[in-house]
């Protein structure tokens, strides 16, 4: 739970996303209706596709955020359900295309599409979403809205070519991984909390404010995946335990891991990820070296930090309920690692 309006921290309570779930409740509704009829097509392998993964058991974070920061400035028009749906199809379509790169087996713990129908299948699906959801962007007529995701969407797939390209590269930084999932992930975060103000009508501060909440709780959220990866159970990370390291990605724990060892270490990290000797043993003494030199704390520290400073960021707004379930979820995307 969100103690204060200064400082995420730990605490006896478990926060939870309930206060956001059930101040969206009946506008989710709408959206999970709209994404029904949006994800429809007359080509069978569509909506089947689509329907695998949208139907798998997220909880729909990103477009409840748009939702929750328009009714946060009051607003009272019905274009946050279509803005909301198209986050969560520019999501989806991402998941989509993510899998087939990473060759991922598993998704929440169900199948991947690809596994399904094959990548032809599920690349071509996610495409199809990202045209519906630039079709609902355009409905809402708002060219804020739709600079804000457009310029998202682009981003997005910069971040993907940048994660591609630092794969199995254990010469990344912190920093250049900071600007890989400040791309990734925190831009969909952040265009889906500042379009909620924009169609508010509210202005640049306001914007701002959104925006740079989204941001920083998208970065927390990644560095705890990150985290959940070589630390958490497949439950809370909505794919298989080991599947960055097996995929040869370089994330945070990996990054300060590396850092920080000898050459026996290095040796071995070079051997795992850009050799490809990534069996479970040698998940398993990765594991050993994160705990001995802190990395698993340390990037949920960073995350904590990047939670600072998404709560910081709604300082300025008067008190609100759509203001705490804002803040409460900050602390319920951390506390996922515990």
Not at 168 to 192: G, P, W
Not at 271 to 297: C, F, I, P, R, V
């Amino acid at each position: 739970m969100v103690a204060d309006n200064k400082t995420v921290k730990k605490t006896d309570n478990q926060a939870s996303i309930k206060p956001l779930i059930d101040i969206t409740k009946s506008d989710m509704d709408k959206v999970n209706k709209l994404i029904i009829a949006m994800a429809g097509s007359d080509v069978e392998m569509i909506p089947e596709v689509s329907n695998h993964l949208i139907s798998s058991g997220g909880k729909r974070l990103r477009p409840m955020l748009t939702l929750a920061s328009a009714r946060l400035f009051g607003y009272q028009g019905s274009g946050h359900i279509k803005l909301a749906t198209a986050v969560e199809f520019m999501h989806t379509a991402t998941l989509l295309h993510d899998d087939v790169v990473d060759d991922s087996d598993l998704r929440r713990g169900k199948s991947t599409a690809r596994m399904i129908w094959g990548n032809e299948a599920s690349v071509l699906v996610g495409d199809f979403l990202l045209g519906q959801a630039f079709k609902m962007m355009v409905e809402v007529n708002s060219m804020d809205a739709l600079s804000v995701l457009a310029n998202a969407a682009a981003i997005i797939a910069e971040g993907e070519v940048m994660q591609l390209a630092a794969a199995k590269h254990l010469t990344t930084t912190e920093d250049e991984y900071l600007k890989v999932i400040n791309a990734k992930t925190a831009a969909l975060f952040s265009a889906a909390a500042e379009v909620g103000p924009i169609i508010a009508g509210c202005g640049q501060q306001e914007r701002q404010a959104l925006k740079h909440y989204g941001t920083s709780l998208g970065l927390a959220f990644q560095l705890v995946d990150d985290a959940l990866d070589y630390g958490g159970n497949s439950e809370n990370l909505g794919k298989n335990t080991g599947d960055d390291f097996r995929e040869g990605k370089i994330t945070m724990p990996v990054i300060l891991s590396y850092i920080r060892g000898d050459e026996t270490e290095k040796k071995f990290w070079k051997q795992s990820l850009e050799e490809g000797k990534n069996d479970d043993d040698a998940l398993a003494h990765a594991q050993k070296l994160m705990q001995q030199h802190h990395s698993l704390e340390d990037t949920i520290k960073a995350a904590r930090h990047h939670g600072n400073e998404a709560l910081k960021a709604l300082d300025g707004l008067a008190p609100s309920k759509e203001k705490a379930a804002l803040c409460e979820v900050i602390e319920f995307c951390i506390s996922r690692v515990n």
